[in-house]
């Protein structure tokens, strides 16, 4: 994975921030709940593409649906 903007504003010899979340595959036609998380500065990973995440926004939770566009960003950045 090569480095993006969103990433390079933490140290490279860091790492990524990535937050262990519980992730679910749903199968083929079946109903995957939404992963609620209050880690927005979790980095959005490549497998992450397709699922929908409720994001703490400090007061509510609200709906993230994650798209290739988003990754390599932080799930904060789209949780107004």
Known sequence: MNPTKALLARSVWKGPNIV???????????????????????TILPNFVGLTFQVHNGKVYVDVTITEAMVGHKLGEFSP
């Open 20 to 42: 262990p979340l519980a992730i679910v595959r749903p199968k083929a036609g079946q109903y995957a709940p939404p992963i609620k998380t209050m880690a927005r500065a979790a």
